[in-house]
């Protein structure tokens, strides 16, 4: 994702009905803001959405919510909207945010959250780094606040560390696995049903194999 300085960018967000401009006014109010009170779930980190659109598509009656960090990749999630909104395709389930995920207490109100999906997320290799990888304790800490009681969180990466990290942390953080697999895609019943992400696609076929995992406290 080298596309953090699109000009421009911020403006065409900024005008978008795709996109929710102030989330801070909303915890306790997503469903208001669907207009139902249909199950909500959040990918955060969602790059140019891919994933969400194609979840939102295939299940209409759960509203899905894509957190991005930086404009310039949004935008890209935007036009694709865009696109699809001119053959009558956008879906009317999915709305985005642009934001740091490290303010996500912020945004969503207590156990609001069905379900909160980590697709290949940025791998913060140095060790001084470690606290803003999306599935440190730290950021388990923040979702353990705005997913309900029997919701769930699924990771997916092809990074080994990564996703090493990623269990060494849930005990500690008081969460378990309720599935793993160190290669998604040879696992028949896991993968079913199974929406790649654009990273996903684009590593699997480099031959790598995908982690994933779904946890639950
Ligand atoms: N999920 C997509 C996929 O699987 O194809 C994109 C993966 S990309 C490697 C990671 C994305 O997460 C990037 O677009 C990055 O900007 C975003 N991201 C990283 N840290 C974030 C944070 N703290 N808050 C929001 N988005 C973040």
Redesign the pocket.
């Known amino acids: ?1 080298r596309l953090r300085n699109i000009t421009g960018s911020r403006e065409a967000i900024g005008e978008s009905r795709f996109v929710v401009h102030e989330p801070e006014q909303y915890p306790g109010k997503w469903r208001e803001l669907f207009g139902n009170e249909n199950p909500l779930c959040a ?5 140019k959405g ?2 969400l659109m194609e979840m939102a598509k295939q299940h209409p009656s759960v509203n899905f919510i894509g ?4 404009s310039s ?1 949004l935008l890209r999630a935007i036009q694709k909207m865009e696109e699809l909104e001119q053959s009558g395709q956008a879906p009317a389930n999915i709305k985005f945010i642009r ?4 303010d996500i207490t912020k945004v969503f109100g207590e156990g609001e959250l069905d379900r909160i999906y980590l ?4 791998p913060w290799p140095k060790e001084r780094h470690a606290k ?1 990888r ?1 599935p440190s304790g730290q950021f388990l800490a923040r979702y353990d606040r705005i997913l309900k009681k029997d919701g769930e969180l699924e990771f997916k990466t092809d990074n080994q560390e990564l996703f090493d990290f990623a269990v060494g942390e849930l005990e500690g953080a008081g969460w378990k696995a309720r599935e793993l697999t160190r290669d998604l895609h040879a696992d028949e019943r896991l993968c079913e049903g199974n929406v790649m ?4 696609e684009r590593f699997s076929k480099m031959g790598n194999p995908i982690c994933k995992y779904i946890i639950y406290r």
């Open positions: 994702m990918e955060i980190g969602m790059g891919r994933f957190i991005e960090k930086y990749v934001m740091d995920a490290e697709n290949f997320s940025d803003r999306l992400t654009e990273y996903e």
